[in-house]
């Protein structure tokens, strides 16, 4: 399938693909954003009787509670369009049948086994569109002895040992951000989407996919399991060390809980950094020399470099160490990531209005494609907004018939 | 992780080393803990699947091979600084005129443009850069990262989500494309939370160590047990009430649910909870938590399906059993060491595709001979003086 390329920086590489919706909160909303953003069109599929738990999530617009007035629901669900369906409705059935029949993909994270009872399980699926990829997201996976306790972020990512890792070593495990493991899966769950539909292109085959935050997890850990099966080690938090980089922390500098980071690998980033810094007597201590010398002396190292960075703003710690291409940064908090020049450049926050929450930010994707565009052409949608659209036009129902079942509480 | 992650979904993936060694080999864990870089950890863990070959592009004849093997490749994966595989006359523009269809994935910490993108860059940068740290760690100490590096697989795995979205592209119009990955970029997606409060308010979320800024105010996601920590958040409604009933009913065993008895979980709204309301929960809660081991606790979460997750160390999680009933861990072969070690399997499961890992990390040079004499049609006696040369 080849088609003539006018402009192709025009081109949405998915559009035409069709994505049905059916997961809830951070991780299933976050791998169809990325699809909506390519130019698939995903319906987010929702009930009144049992609301999204991001629409429900502080904070809100004008602190003011309100199912359309909530950031986080808006943050996962730009350029979607927004249905709502009562599933256990009897006369949902017809309905479900047809928007499957719709789609070329869809995306769930129901408890494992459930779908089977709303006539959504794989079997079911493929039976009525031959060809469908369906990616099913779970906390644990759907088999196993542990695949029915239910998981979130914030239990997940102790399970799956991140807040092991995060902290200080003679202190207790600190949190790091929210639902950490919803985070890391999102990108995988995209690539096997892809490949699906690469396989499909191929083969005419579609295939269920199943992706659990258990395992997706460990992929980020790697070294340290094998330092474990390999060596019996068992690596633990410790702040911000490395074995490989002394001074590498983050230090304070000028104003209120100012930081940047240091990281000096090298013996040559050494003494860049030691010019940096203007060469003070300190830094000519032989001690200091070596990367085991600084490693052996790492605590009376990160006070000689404090006493230095805390002098100084975190932006003129980084700018002059980069200029001398020693690896540093400043600690940037929310307000420095909205006014960072280089994400300024990137366009990484574009503004969109959505009818409550008025004019609202909303972040681009990663990584940017030369021929593909990106567009964020809707703000998320409020609840059951495009019920109309979606039944009558894309399903192709009569008026009569949408009204009978909007009178009847099928599109609750 | 980029190039690992296509290998598991099936893709045949050639890593190019320069004659000098790959320096993730200099990175350790090392097996035995001996540094060699034919024994670095770090290597085995994101190289698994891949072919392994040596070359020196920064030689004219070396730059002719690249190009060559570009010529039959369908994505080039890289994290060089921006800027150097164009001056060595291989960038995306030179690429594409010796094969149209290619994907350049170019990994960088700031990305191809920009004010910084010439920074140097590394994941204690990108996670101070990308926003983590500000939040992370506690208040009378400086901000954390996470100990286990994070920002360069987090990277990869978005670089392959890009990859195979210009993948499809190609399938459709028949033509390459350049991916532009920023590592600071995927960062700063996940601070979405702290966005939604600065976004909302004006707010700037902070650090405040077992605690996150969620709804209403700061509430405890970390909790410490007998003998480590656990993942729980004090939630009511629909989510929360029946975790906090039946922790009231075990408490109660116990005689130590005074606090919490009788307490209307179904209607506690997080939200509006006063900080006095909220500190007797807390420590009704964390008193309870101290008595009572990880896995004490996680059984009887398992049991009542209570949200509650121990706080598994990586030992605990290779020994987990899910993940044994699941076959998750695979004992790789190290013929050369004369043992195998276990390792995680491929990250999906699929009714079509088989995603596994199917061979450890590539030696150094491994696969010269195979790849160069076997598949690109180099005389045994030219691949001796290229070896001779130094450029492979």
Redesign the interface.
């Given at each position: 399938m080849n088609r003539e390329v006018e402009n192709k920086s025009d081109i949405f590489p998915l559009e035409g693909v069709k994505v049905l919706d059916l997961s809830t909160q951070y991780m299933g909303p976050n791998v169809t954003r990325v699809l909506a953003a390519f130019g698939a069109e995903v319906i987010r599929v929702e009930s009144i009787h049992q609301h999204e738990l991001t629409r429900v999530s502080a904070p809100y617009k004008d602190n003011l509670v309100g199912i359309n007035r909530s950031f986080v629901f808006a943050a996962s669900n730009t350029s979607k369009y927004g249905i709502t369906l009562n599933l256990k409705h009897p006369s949902s059935a017809e309905v479900v049948k047809r928007l499957i029949s719709w789609a070329d993909i869809i995306v769930e994270n129901f408890v494992p086994g459930s779908a089977k009872k709303y006539g959504l399980d794989y079997e079911q699926l493929r039976e009525l569109k031959p060809g469908i990829i369906v990616l099913s997201l779970s906390a644990q996976g759907p088999t196993g002895p542990y695949s029915m306790h239910r998981g979130y972020g914030f239990n997940l990512l102790a399970l799956c040992g991140f807040s092991h890792f995060t902290g200080w070593p003679d202190r207790e495990a600190v949190a790091p951000i929210g639902a950490y493991t919803d985070f890391l899966c999102p990108s995988f769950s995209v690539g096997s989407i892809l490949a699906a539909m690469d396989h499909r292109l191929r083969t005419g085959k579609g295939q269920h996919i199943d992706v659990s935050q258990l395992e997706i997890s460990p992929q980020f850990l790697i070294p340290s399991i094998l330092d474990y099966t390999a060596n019996g080690r068992i690596q633990t938090r410790c702040g911000n060390r490395s074995e490989y980089a002394a001074p590498h922390g983050a230090f304070r500098c000028q104003g209120d809980d100012r930081w940047c980071v240091i990281a000096v690998y090298s013996d040559k980033e050494w003494q860049a950094f030691c010019r940096v810094v203007g060469s003070p007597e300190w830094t000519k201590d032989p001690k200091f020399n070596t990367l085991r010398g600084r490693k052996g002396n790492e605590d009376e190292l990160d006070k000689l470099v404090e006493a230095w960075t805390v002098l100084l703003t975190p932006e003129q710690v980084m700018t002059r160490m980069q200029a001398s291409e020693v690896a540093s940064g400043v600690v940037q908090t929310i307000k420095d990531l909205v006014n960072d020049p280089q994400l300024k450049h990137r366009e990484r926050f574009q503004i969109l209005e959505h009818p409550e929450l008025g004019t609202h930010i909303c972040e681009n994707l990663a990584f940017r494609l030369s021929e593909c565009k990106v567009e964020w052409k809707r703000p998320a949608p409020c609840l059951g907004e495009h019920n109309e659209l979606v039944y009558t036009k894309f399903l192709g129902m009569s008026e009569e018939e949408f009204i009978e079942l909007l009178n009847d509480g099928v599109f609750e | 992780?980029c190039g690992k992650?296509l290998s598991e979904?099936?893709a045949d993936v050639i890593k190019v080393e320069s004659p000098g060694g790959d320096p993730a080999r200099n990175?350790?864990?090392f097996?035995?803990?001996i540094p060699d870089p034919e024994k670095s950890?770090?290597w085995?863990?994101?190289n698994t699947n891949k072919r392994g070959i040596t070359l020196n592009i920064e030689s004219s004849r070396g730059r002719e091979i690249f190009k060559q093997l570009v010529s039959r490749a369908d994505f080039v994966i890289e994290s060089f600084p921006p800027g150097y595989l164009s001056d060595l006359g291989l960038g995306?523009r030179q690429l594409s005129e010796i094969n149209p269809k290619i994907i350049l994935t170019s990994i960088t910490p700031?990305?191809q443009?920009?004010?910084?993108?010439d920074?140097?860059?590394?994941d204690?940068?990108?996670?101070?850069?990308?926003?983590?740290?500000?939040?992370?760690?506690?208040a009378d100490?400086?901000?954390?990262?996470?100990?286990?590096?994070?920002a360069y697989?987090?990277?990869g795995?978005?670089?392959?989500?890009?990859?195979?979205?210009?993948?499809?592209?190609r399938?459709?119009?028949?033509?390459g494309?350049?991916?532009?990955?920023?590592i600071?970029?995927?960062i700063?997606?996940?601070?979405?939370?702290?966005?939604?409060?600065?976004?909302?308010?004006?707010?700037?979320?902070?650090?405040a160590?077992?605690?996150?800024r969620?709804?209403?105010t700061y509430q405890r996601?970390?909790w410490?047990c007998k003998d480590?920590?656990?993942?729980?958040?004090i939630l009511g409604g629909?989510?929360g009430a029946e975790t906090l009933h039946a922790l009231t009913e075990w408490m109660d065993s116990e005689n130590m649910a005074e606090s919490l008895k009788g307490m209307d979980f179904e209607s506690l709204d997080m939200?509006k909870i006063t900080p006095p309301e909220l500190k007797e929960l807390e420590n009704a809660l964390g008193q309870f938590f101290l008595r009572h081991t990880k896995e004490e606790i996680y059984r009887k979460?398992?049991e009542k399906?209570?949200?509650?997750?121990?706080?598994?160390?990586?030992?605990?999680?290779?020994e987990?059993?899910?993940?044994k009933?699941?076959n998750?861990w695979t004992e790789l072969k190290y013929p050369e060491l004369d043992?195998t070690?276990?390792?995680?399997?491929g990250?999906?499961?699929?009714?079509?595709?088989h995603c596994s890992i199917r061979r450890r990390a590539p030696l150094f040079g491994e696969h010269n001979d195979e790849i160069y004499g076997q598949e690109l049609g180099v005389t045994k006696q030219e691949l001796a003086s290229l070896k001779t040369e130094g450029i492979i």
């Open positions: - | 992780m992650i979904l099936g990175i350790g864990p097996y035995h803990n950890l770090y085995f863990a994101y995306y700031f990305g443009t920009g004010p910084y993108k920074y140097k860059g590394c204690l940068v990108a996670m101070a850069m990308g926003g983590f740290m500000y939040v992370c760690g506690d100490r400086p901000p954390v990262r996470i100990s286990a590096e994070q697989p987090i990277a795995a978005e670089a392959a989500a890009g990859s195979l979205i210009a993948n499809h592209y399938m459709l119009i028949g033509e494309q350049w991916v532009d990955v920023s600071q970029e995927c700063a997606r996940w601070m979405f939370m702290e966005l939604c409060f600065w976004d909302a308010s004006g707010e700037i979320p902070v650090r160590g077992p605690y996150r969620r709804m209403g996601d970390i410490p480590g920590h656990l993942g729980f958040r629909r989510l939200s979460a398992v399906n209570l949200l509650i997750g121990p706080g598994y160390t990586p030992e605990e999680l290779v987990y059993e899910q993940l009933e699941r998750f043992t070690i276990k390792q995680p399997e990250f999906l499961r699929s009714s079509e595709i």
